[in-house]
């Protein structure tokens, strides 16, 4: 006996463009995990998010609602409680509402409707994550640093890759638990609970440290970089301006070395490797556990990378 009401699953990456996998025909980039899902099941070719920035646009996932609707505008913005969530609505129809890992809400409500979640979060939940908000100011930290030079590290450790090391662990324990206590409600004639479980991870969000053996998967490969044209920067709009200033790109000239580009597009994708491999051990976890028959997985980012795409690191445009 199953249940009538099917499991979910919510994969989510941090900052992962959808171009830069297999599973969105890229030639050189290896996701056969994500691949699988296609494959199996559906791709979203025109699935956009509503807001290129984390916060805002997980609050937005969460209650199906625009940024506007819910005033979560930066990292720093609170997230009311009082907006119902898809938890709310899953637990209210009997599903455990779980999750693990990097959820990035705003505000003393750590739950939105979820029942519990296995770890801590990456991100602080206070207000000071944006604390200067003058648009005329930028702040002390550049954020182009970390795309270029020694910004790109291999083989070097970091609480990033430790804290979805601890999330993945909790996502294959807490689906190991489900699938045994799934088979013992079936041996009493019973219907399991349904669950929903958002397993999200940090990466392939900078810092850009893979572990080797994903940097490696890149030795031999061609690593595509950015054309620029020679009018690119009186080409820019004056929000391009704005966050090219506001990320600290104007004293950053490895942008558009190409040398510096190919390191970081490799390291890039070795951090999408590196998540395909979580992908990968979650579907194994559904299958050992008998739960792949009844579980929909659906696997997403809240947003993707320019990568120096214009000249241009993180994201907050609404570029492809």
Not at 153 to 176: I, K, P
Not at 177 to 199: C, D, M, S
Not at 206 to 235: C, G
Request: glycine residues 6%; aromatic residues 12%.
């Amino acid at each position: 006996m199953t249940s009538t009401q099917p499991n979910i699953l919510l994969i989510m990456a941090d900052q992962l463009t959808p171009f830069l996998t297999g599973a969105y025909g890229h030639p050189v980039v290896k996701t056969p995990n994500l691949d699988r899902l296609v494959q199996q099941g559906v791709r979203f070719d025109g699935a956009y998010s509503s807001c290129p920035l984390c916060a805002p646009a997980r609050a937005s996932l969460m209650t199906g609602r625009h940024v506007s609707g819910i005033r979560s505008y930066d990292n720093a913005s609170g997230f009311d409680s009082e907006e119902p969530t898809i938890a709310h609505y899953l637990a209210t129809a009997g599903y455990d509402t779980v999750a693990s890992g990097k959820m990035h809400y705003i505000g003393p409500d750590q739950l939105h409707g979820l029942h519990r979640r296995l770890t801590t979060d990456v991100y602080p939940e206070d207000y000071d994550w944006v604390s200067d908000r003058d648009p005329h100011n930028r702040p002390s930290y550049s954020f182009a640093r970390a795309y270029t030079n020694d910004g790109v590290r291999v083989g070097e450790w970091s609480h990033y890759l430790s804290y979805d090391e601890e999330t993945h662990f909790r996502d294959r324990e807490y689906l190991r638990a489900r699938g045994i206590a799934a088979q013992a409600a079936q041996k009493q004639g019973e219907i399991p609970q349904p669950f929903f479980l958002i397993a999200s991870y940090h990466h392939p969000h900078d810092p850009f440290w893979p572990p080797k053996e994903f940097w490696d998967l890149y030795a031999d490969e061609q690593i595509d970089i950015p054309e620029f044209p020679e009018n690119l920067t009186e080409s820019y709009s004056a929000m391009d301006r704005w966050i090219n200033h506001y990320h600290g790109c104007d004293n950053f000239s490895q942008l558009k070395d190409p040398q510096s580009l190919r390191c970081l597009r490799r390291a890039y994708y070795a951090l999408a490797s590196y998540v395909n491999l979580k992908v990968g051990e979650l579907l194994q976890s559904l299958e050992e556990g008998g739960l792949d028959e009844n579980t929909f997985v659906v696997f997403l980012s809240d947003h993707g990378d320019m990568l120096g795409e214009k000249g241009m690191v993180q994201k907050r445009n609404f570029y492809e």
